[in-house]
């Protein structure tokens, strides 16, 4: 394949070279190696390391034993999971804390295929993943050999683009242009296959500068009139906001972006993977949008008379009903993906561009303001009262009550992974996010068991942070073997479960919409402390509100993993919700568990 001499600056992202601080820096180069002949393997790692690559997440298995036996002699670190769905999810982990490309490794067949769940989690939150796996041997593809899947085929669907590589000589350019498809654009998963017998043979290692894909080129730079367009929208606009996505923080505009904010003066809402492009704690911050999000927020939309999306995609979860969404506005859409552009909502400016780009072009062209009136009229939507439920706390611990100890307890400067459900939704409304990639959950896809697995991801690529990992007790109870992870590689990561012993989220669902037939959503379980110490790990029990703040700061200052079992009430409910079908403004609040200030 062709090779072009240099790269443009936004395609030179994806050549990757490591800060001091372990973040993603622009225009680094791939170092210019020596052309030895080596194994399919050897080149693997070799074009790993190029690409600055330390930390793989893999299983070995028989048509990877060839690269397992190179890896000891490379400067790779490899973490064993004990299931590939836990490595790709790792690697989603690594990825969304550290800004780089994440890695996993499976073999054929069951390998490949338990990568599945993790690939299309990458690819709904737009993460950028590398996936390599084993292939049988070139002479038995297409015989049904042991262990044989076409994994291209079935990831189709579920990857940005996906490889399978015929020649050890190949093996460099393919990397190289996996790693370029995954950080650039829209970013996503990639998948490598790789036969057995093309691990074993031998070629001369050349790993390419640049790479080019003449039918691949994502659209950076916008197109002037529509920046103009939006902002003549922005200057006109009496009651805009910014619904704010995670594709501010994957363009590296987090500074543009609060600027921004500042100089126009509209106020702020978030997506669920929005949080950390703007400190919560700002006074033009407002909160959590759509299904789950707060009073003001959903009371704006309804009144606002202009929204402007910056990097995120209309998510049903966000809107709720199409035709309900923000009714009264004028729609402003900045997407690096033009897919995503006209394609759940009307848009009436659609601009397709970087998020960095695009707000540094759109600086100079809008007037510097303030909304008063409209912030004072947002303001007046919340909810102040401490209700009683909060302020005379029950014997069982509040779930509002463990996600503001581990805020405070960290300062707000921990970094947060949930798994998906109640406990999900708790920790987006109360936790406060005012740094950037610093929470991390599985929004699009909403991936149980994600909690754990990402959790160590995240530790092993910000090590300097404190982690906590939030999970439910079902979600939890599907990746409870990472413990083992967590403790062969020593990490120091928090895990606190909320234990309802319900399939929270499905129970409030049939408790709310379906005449509360709990139908198959009670969940046993282990006692999570003892099971906990059964992996060398410490795990402590909270039954009481009192017993929370202490269990958190113990927690806290045991090196190594921690397990807390919170166990709360059972049918505790996630407030405000809005109901299936409805739109934003129709959000219930039960009399007990509002949204608060």
């Known amino acids: 394949m062709p090779m072009p001499e240099t790269l443009s600056r936004t395609q030179s992202r994806a050549l990757v070279k490591e800060n001091g601080d372990g973040r993603r820096a622009e225009g680094g180069t791939a170092p210019q190696l020596d052309r030895p002949v080596l194994s399919g393997s050897e080149i693997t790692c070799r074009s790993l390391e190029a690409e600055g690559v330390t930390t793989v997440f893999g299983y070995p298995g028989g048509a990877v034993i060839p690269l397992y036996d190179a890896l000891p002699a490379c400067r790779l670190h490899h973490v064993l999971v004990r299931f590939e769905q836990w490595a790709a999810l790792a690697a989603d982990g690594y990825a969304r804390a550290t800004g780089r490309v994440g890695v996993c490794i499976a073999t054929s067949g069951p390998g490949a295929t338990n990568l599945v769940t993790g690939l299309a989690n990458a690819q709904l939150d737009s993460v950028p993943l590398v996936a390599i796996t084993g292939q049988v041997s070139q002479p038995m593809i297409g015989r049904d050999a042991f262990q044989e899947v076409d994994i291209t085929g079935i990831t189709l669907p579920v990857t940005k683009h996906n490889y399978l590589v015929q020649r050890a000589e190949d093996i460099a350019p393919t990397i190289k242009e996996a790693f370029y498809l995954a950080s650039s654009g829209r970013p996503g998963p990639v998948l490598v296959d790789i036969p057995k017998n093309v691990f074993l043979q031998k070629a001369p290692f050349h790993y390419p500068t640049s790479v080019t894909r003449r039918g691949y080129q994502p659209t950076s730079v916008p197109n002037i009139r529509q920046i103009r367009l939006a902002a003549e929208a922005i200057d006109r606009a009496e009651r805009p906001l910014i619904m704010a996505g995670h594709g501010i923080m994957l363009a590296g505009a987090t500074d543009l972006f609060a600027r921004f904010v500042e100089r126009t003066g509209i106020p702020v809402i978030f997506t669920l993977l929005g949080f950390g492009c703007f400190p919560e704690s700002h006074p033009l911050a407002l909160g959590l949008m759509g299904m789950h999000g707060h009073r003001q927020v959903n009371a704006a939309l309804e009144r606002a008379d202009l929204v402007v999306n910056i990097g995120a995609r209309f998510d049903d979860r966000a809107t709720g009903r199409i035709d309900g969404f923000a009714p009264n506005a004028k729609i402003v859409h900045v997407d690096i993906d033009p897919a995503e552009i006209g394609k759940n909502v009307r848009t009436d400016v659609p ?174 379980g282990p006692d999570l402390a003892k099971l906990a110490e059964a992996y060398g790990i410490v795990g402590i029990t909270v039954r009481t509100d009192a017993e929370i703040q202490p269990a958190v700061e113990r927690a806290r200052g045991i090196k190594g993993p921690v397990l807390i079992d919170f166990v709360i009430e059972p049918e505790a409910n996630v407030y405000p919700i809005v109901p299936p079908g409805a739109s934003n403004s129709e959000m219930m609040h039960d009399v007990l568990f509002r949204d608060t200030e």
Request: glycine share 10%; net charge negative; proline share 4%.
């Open 351 to 524: 601009v397709v561009g970087d998020a960095r780009e695009v707000l540094r072009l759109l600086m100079p062209e809008v007037t510097h303001r303030r909304h008063d009136e409209w912030m004072a009229w947002i303001d007046a939507q919340r909810n102040r009262a401490l209700v009683d439920a909060l302020e005379q706390r029950p014997e069982t611990p509040e779930p509002y009550a463990i996600i503001r100890a581990i805020a405070e307890a960290s300062n707000g400067e921990a970094l947060v992974t949930t798994d998906v459900g109640q406990h999900q939704m708790w920790t987006a409304q109360y936790f406060g996010f005012n740094h950037p990639d610093r929470w991390i959950t599985s929004g699009g896809l909403g991936t149980m068991g994600y909690g754990l697995p990402s959790a160590i991801g995240a530790k092993l690529g910000r090590p300097e942070l404190e982690v906590w990992a939030v999970c439910g007790d079902g979600g939890f109870q599907m990746s409870l073997n990472e413990l083992a992870t967590a403790a062969q590689e020593g990490l120091d990561i928090n895990i606190a479960v909320v234990n309802n012993g319900y399939l929270g989220m499905v129970r409030q669902w049939q408790d709310l919409f379906h005449q509360r037939n709990y139908s198959e959503v009670r969940i046993s």
